[in-house]
């Protein structure tokens, strides 16, 4: 008969706890839910739904439906609205993307990344200046941000407040 001391059972059962803990954790980290997503309605420029799913652009910030920015010259434009209008022309009459989940907010809208073909909606949004890079969550579109600053594209013509910002004063 093959006798076991209890230690060397207690320390089999830690390392295989140990390794079905590191199992699950790997798996975990590759887990990834995406795939078509119709879209019904554009709520603003970082804002979407699907039927009753509410869905935010992941690592951006588009202003304010209401938000005006200033051109240069001091006159006011609605920088908002044409986020809006940005987003709407990116998704096409075709409204489908393929989107990744990339987190749940704290009012239980689906944090998305979104593509229409190859076209990132978020880097598009960004890089025509229609929305900034949000650094607070990601800075997976911080490159686009600065070329939208370079070529004063969008946002970047004049002033204004960061999304962030103006909802905080308004």
């Given amino acids: ?21 590191l199992t699950y954790n790997a798996f975990a980290d590759t887990f990834d839910l995406s795939g078509r997503v119709h879209i019904t309605k554009v709520g603003d420029g970082d804002s979407l739904q699907s039927g009753d799913i509410r869905i935010r652009l992941f690592g951006i910030d588009a202003p304010e439906l209401k938000q005006q920015c200033a051109y240069q010259n001091g006159v006011l434009w609605s920088c908002g609205a044409a986020a809006l209008r940005q987003l709407e022309a990116l998704i096409g009459v075709k409204k489908d993307l393929q989107c990744r989940l990339r987190d749940v907010d704290s009012y239980g809208r689906l944090i998305m990344q979104c593509f229409k073909g190859s076209i990132d909606i978020g880097a598009a949004m960004v890089r025509s200046g229609h929305a900034l890079a949000y650094r607070h969550f990601s800075d997976l579109y911080v490159v686009d941000e600065e070329l939208a600053k370079t070529a004063l594209a969008g946002v970047w013509q004049g002033t204004f407040s960061p999304p962030w910002e103006w909802r905080l004063k308004h």
């Fill in 1 to 21: 008969m093959f006798y076991v001391p209890q230690f060397v059972l207690k320390c089999f059962a830690i390392f295989l706890a140990g390794v079905n803990f």
